[in-house]
Every structure is written in C-alpha cells, then in structure tokens.
C-alpha cells in the first residue's frame, strides 16, 4: 500500500510566505539603523508575531543574513541581476546595478550605513557579482598590477554609495548617473586592454652593433 502524500495546503502556504516577508520588513527596519543589529525579540514584536515564530523561519543569524540579502535584491533589483559575462559586458552590468538602485529611496540610507548588521548583508548578496567582476578583469590578461588597480577601482564603483554621492553632493542628475559610471567603466577596461596587448607583443631582439 502506498503512503499518502502530505496534502500541502495553498492558504497555510500563503499565510507563512506573509508571516516570513512580515518579520523581514521588520528586521530591514533594524538594517537601516546606523547602529543596529537584528533582535529577533524586537522584529517579533514589530511583525506581530512570537519569538519562536521568528526562529522558525530564521533560525540562526546566517539565514537571516541571507534572506535579508535576497530582500533587498528584490527590492534593489526587481528584474534580477545579469552578471558580467566578460570585460567587455562590465559597462552594461555597471549601468543595470546602477540604474536600479537608484529607483529605491532605501539605498541612500544604506549607502552610508557602515554600522550594525549591514556591511555583513551587504557581501553576503554581492559575492556572486564581485567574484564576476574579478574574474571578468583579470580574463583580460594584463600586467598583474594594473589588474589588481582595475579590479580596486571597479569593486570601489559597484555600489550605492558611489552612485548616490554623484547625487546627492556634486548634483549630477540621477538619470544620467549610471551611464557615467558605465562610460568610466569602459575606460577603465579599455586602458587595461591596452596594456595586455602592449604586454603581449614580442620583445624584438636588439641588433648587434656593427662597430663593437
């Protein structure tokens, strides 16, 4: 005899998605605060909901790191996020990043947010697209100093907090932020595409002199 399948009921379903998302908002409230970490205590009472609820979804401070990454890529980037396929794709990828973000009031508070738990969410949802964009840098092939230069560079123009700046203290219209960021972008690989080739080419041999 076979065992009977669990019946999965859509409305219980439904009811725990909202109750997870609830306790998230709550703990993205304790994000955005310069001098916050998350308590599961105050994000229970902030949701509605009791302690042990909140452990059940987020039972210890990894899975809360990861699941408060992956809420605020939803919110960052509502259409995903394509990583660079390659140096030449690193222009495109800047330009997305950038234009999503800034459609999201949430991202200036974060941007200058360096206490609490944020600087921890932060690398957790962006390894993937760091790790792109080193390997996207360093396929290149160029003298390794200039790599390691362009690989600081980039990393140091992949976030909120260079974009919004551009903003907020030189007064660079939004709308035009990511394609500046992107168009420096391209010049930062095309000046490292142009040492690889000038590293690349044969030494030539330098001709006895006749008279020695």
């Given at each position: 005899?076979?065992?009977?399948?669990?019946?999965?009921?859509?409305?219980?379903?439904?009811?725990?998605?909202?109750?997870?998302?609830?306790?998230?908002?709550?703990?993205?409230?304790?994000?955005?605060?310069?001098?916050?970490?998350?308590?599961?205590?105050?994000?229970?009472?902030?949701?509605?909901?009791?302690?042990?609820?909140?452990?059940?979804?987020?039972?210890?401070?990894?899975?809360?790191?990861?699941?408060?990454?992956?809420?605020f890529d939803r919110k960052f980037?509502?259409?995903?996020?394509?990583?660079?396929?390659?140096?030449?794709?690193?222009p495109r990828y800047f330009r997305d990043i950038h234009a999503n973000a800034l459609t999201t009031p949430l991202t200036?508070?974060?941007?200058?947010?360096t206490g609490g738990i944020w600087p921890e969410v932060r690398q957790a949802r962006r390894r993937a697209r760091l790790g792109a964009i080193r390997r996207a840098v360093e396929g290149i092939a160029a003298p390794a100093r200039a790599t390691e230069d362009a690989i600081a560079m980039l990393l140091g123009l992949s976030g909120a907090d260079t974009s919004w700046p551009l903003h907020d203290q030189y007064g660079l219209p939004l709308e035009r932020i990511p394609n500046?960021?992107?168009?420096?972008?391209?010049?930062?690989?095309?000046?490292?595409?142009?040492?690889?080739?000038?590293?690349s080419?044969?030494?030539r041999k330098r001709r006895p002199n006749a008279a020695s």
């Open positions: 005899m076979s065992e009977a399948r669990a019946y999965i009921s859509p409305k219980r379903e439904a009811k725990a998605a909202a109750t997870r998302e609830a306790i998230l908002e709550a703990f993205v409230e304790q994000v955005a605060d310069t001098n916050g970490d998350l308590s599961p205590s105050k994000a229970a009472i902030r949701a509605g909901v009791s302690v042990r609820t909140v452990h059940t979804h987020f039972p210890n401070r990894e899975s809360q790191i990861v699941a408060l990454g992956e809420w980037h509502p259409d995903g996020v394509t990583l660079a396929e390659d140096a030449d794709d690193l200036r508070t974060l941007a200058t947010t500046v960021i992107a168009n420096t972008v391209r010049l930062i690989i095309e000046d490292l595409q142009s040492q690889a080739a000038k590293d080419k044969p030494h």
